[in-house]
């Protein structure tokens, strides 16, 4: 599997204050992802990244920002938290076909 | 409108029985599928794919078979083992898109009893 760490692991914030979540591969892939599971939905596509400064909305993008100025980091923004977006997240990278996941990250808002 | 479906959310087999889940998808532009593993707290895993131009990917004990006409494919898991349970996301791409996205249907949670 790719090396692709996540953090935090787990974050409780309160509704309005704006969170990031981080993602960082060692695998030099060209593409990353941002994905929300949520039961009932399986994996939401947020955002992706097909280069540095290169990214696109994915399927459920409003609400989130994204930022990628290297190569191993893509950075995912909820730019003011609503309960809403209380979710699994979870990046993956690809250099390929497939898509490796981190291990993703818990975030609840109040 | 979902693209990739699993109808099943849930399927419970013992131990040793072969365990089939199933995935259906509308966009006839799709040719490779994946199926991922989800323990839980964990990542999705991969675990086997299929390309189009195929009907069946066999990898030691799981197989996916492919029917591009009916827009079907099923994960076989023979034979079942407890370490299997986990929930089972199969995914649909289409070679060559801009950004290698996958399209991922709702999973169906496994349970394999000893």
């Known amino acids: 599997d790719a090396g692709i760490t996540q953090s935090p692991r787990h974050k409780v914030t309160e509704t309005g204050t704006p969170v990031t979540l981080r993602c960082h591969q060692t695998?030099?892939?060209?593409?990353m992802y941002w994905y929300r599971q949520d039961p009932g939905h399986g994996l939401r596509l947020i955002h992706y990244?097909?280069?540095?400064?290169?990214?696109d909305k994915g399927e459920v993008s409003d609400g989130y920002s994204v930022s990628r100025s290297k190569t191993e980091d893509f950075l995912l923004t909820l730019e003011s938290a609503t309960s809403s977006q209380t979710s699994v997240y979870f990046c993956?990278?690809?250099?390929?076909?497939?898509?490796?996941f981190g291990p993703g990250t818990r975030l609840l808002v109040l | 409108d979902q693209q990739v479906k699993q109808n099943s959310p849930s399927l419970s087999v013992q131990e040793g029985r072969i365990s089939i889940l199933n995935c259906d998808y509308t966009n006839s532009m799709f040719d490779y599928f994946l199926w991922y593993k989800k323990y839980p707290a964990e990542g999705p895993t991969f675990l086997i794919s299929?390309?189009?131009?195929?009907d069946k990917n066999e990898d030691g004990r799981f197989t996916v078979f492919l029917n591009k006409s009916a827009k079907h494919l099923s994960l076989h898991i023979v034979p079942s083992q407890p370490g299997d349970s986990a929930v089972y996301f199969c995914?649909?791409?289409?070679?060559?898109?801009?950004?290698?996205?996958?399209?991922f249907g709702g999973g169906t949670r496994l349970m394999v009893k000893p």
């Open positions: 993956a990278t690809s250099g390929g076909e497939t898509q490796y």
């Open positions: 995914a649909a791409s289409r070679l060559g898109n801009a950004g290698n996205m996958l399209t």
């Open positions: 990244s097909y280069g540095v400064k290169d990214t």
């Open positions: 299929i390309s189009s131009i195929k």
């Open positions: 695998e030099n892939h060209r593409y």
